[in-house]
DNA sequence: CAGTATCCTGTCCGATACTG
DNA sequence: CAGTATCGGACAGGATACTG
C-alpha cells in the first residue's frame, strides 16, 4: 500500500492497516469467520467482483492472514483459510460489531453477539488479562516501548497521560 | 463511499467500515486520542498532505465520530475534538493495536498499552460483561439479530455454530 | 467451479502553491 | 496558523468476457 510520506511506521496500528486497510479485506475475514473458505461462497457473500476476490485473497495470503490450500489436484482446487494470524484478527471484529451496533443501526440490531450456549446477547468489553481491570481512560494509556525510535519516545513524552 | 454491488449493508461491521474506512481516517483517530486537536498538530504527526487531511476531517465530523469547534473568532480557528461516537471506537483501536504488537513487531514493540498507575504492560482480552466469560469461539458466536432481514437471516442459519 | 484477462472509472492520496 | 485550490499518479474497485 506504499504510503511516501507515511513516516509513522513504528505504529503498530499503522502496521496492522497495511495489512488489512482496504475495504474488502475486513469483510472477506468476517465472511471467513463465518465459515466460508471457497472462492464463490465469498464471491456470493460478499456481491464483489472476481479480480478484486483474488486480488485481496493473494493479499491476505501473503501477509500470511490465510493459507492458500490445495484440496483437490485434478482439477487443481483451492480453498482458503485463516491462519492463527487471521484468527487472531477476531477481536477487532468484534469491537467493529459492537461500534457499529451501537452507533450505526437506528432499526435495531440485525447480527449480534451471543452466549453460544444460552443465546444470551454478549456485551462485550476489553479487560486487561494481567489485571483483570477494564481497559479504559484514565487507568491505562499508551506509551513509547523497548523498540520504540527517537521520533517515538519524543512524540509520546510530549503528552502526559492520555485525555 | 459507495460500493455499489454490496449488498451486505445490514452487517455492522460494514456500516462501520463506512466511517472509517480509509486508511487515514483511524490514524487520525489514533492521533486524536493522543490529544491531537488542531489542523497543523494531525498534519505534523501524520504527515499527512493537507487537502487530504482536510477531507478526512470532514468525513469524521460528518459522520459523527468528531465535533469542529471554533476556539477562536477573530481569526476563525477550529479544534477538532472527539464525540462520544469516536471515543466509543477507541477498543477497535485497543485491538488493532494488539494485534500489531503480536504479528508485525519483529523487532520488540515501539507502541504499548500499560497500566497508568504500574507501569505494568496490559494484555487486553475481549470478556462479555454479562457473563464475565472470555468471548472466544466456540463460547460465544454472532447470529442474526431483530432487525435482520430475509437474506441475513438465511446466511447465518445455514451455518450451524461457528467455526 | 475457480478463477484469469481486460478495460474502465472513481477517488484516495501526494505534492505544491496560495491565502486571511 | 488553518486551511483552500489545483494538478497528477496510482490503484482500488466494478463490469464483463473468457477458460480448463
Redesign the interface.
Known sequence: ?Q?T????M??????????V?E?WS??IL?DA???STRFDQFQK?????PNMLTRRLNGLVES?LMERRLYSERPPRSEYVLTE?GR??????????????????P???????????T?????????????G?P?V?????????????EN?KR??AE?G???
Open positions: 500500500m504510503r510520506s507515511f513516516e509513522d513504528q505504529c503498530p496500528i499503522a502496521r496492522s492497516l497495511e495489512r486497510g475495504w475486513i469483510l468476517r469467520f463465518l465459515g457473500n460478499l456481491g464483489i467482483a500470511g494470524r487472531d484478527f477476531r477481536p477487532v471484529l468484534w469491537a467493529l460489531l459492537a461500534w457499529g451496533n451501537k452507533h450505526f443501526s432499526e435495531g440490531k440485525s447480527v449480534v453477539l451471543v452466549d453460544a450456549e443465546g444470551v446477547e454478549a456485551d462485550p468489553v476489553i479487560i486487561d488479562r494481567i489485571s481491570r481497559v481512560p484514565p487507568d491505562f494509556t499508551v506509551v513509547a516501548g523497548p523498540a520504540a525510535n517515538t512524540r509520546y503528552r497521560s492520555e485525555k
